[in-house]
């Protein structure tokens, strides 16, 4: 089956940077839209950025010009490259992957914190 494993949250002070990373196993990620979401504790999860097969790119305005995402096809890996790092980015970071619109596939999350 397909899995995802992500890596390289932590804790951090504001303003410093992080690398997340995903593995994907199980398929190809060819053909596959990747994204990273978060979900803070209270809050629902809320999509970060997602990259498409074609690596066409979206971010969500909060992260703009802080965060890079970046597809590896022949590693089959994601990776959200964070930098700027602010107190509200404190989250659980989740990789996901899917086709036709929607997320099919998800990993079971990174914690990113954040210092003040």
């Known amino acids: 089956q397909v899995q995802l494993v992500e890596s390289g949250g932590g804790l951090v002070q504001t303003g410093g940077s992080l690398r997340l990373s995903c593995v994907v196993s199980?398929?190809?990620?060819?053909?596959?839209?990747l994204g990273w979401f978060r979900q803070a504790p209270g809050k629902e999860r809320e999509i970060v950025a997602t990259?498409?097969?074609?690596?066409?790119?979206y971010y969500r305005t909060a992260v703009k010009g802080r965060c890079t995402i970046s597809r590896d096809n022949a590693k089959n890996t994601v990776s959200l490259q964070m930098d700027s790092l602010k107190p509200e980015d404190t989250a659980r970071y989740f990789c996901?992957?899917?086709?036709?619109?929607?997320?099919?596939?998800w990993g079971q999350g990174t914690q990113v914190t954040v210092s003040s």
């Open positions: 199980g398929r190809t990620i060819t053909d596959l839209a």
């Open positions: 990259i498409w097969a074609s690596s066409g790119t």
């Open positions: 996901a992957a899917g086709t036709r619109g929607r997320f099919d596939y």
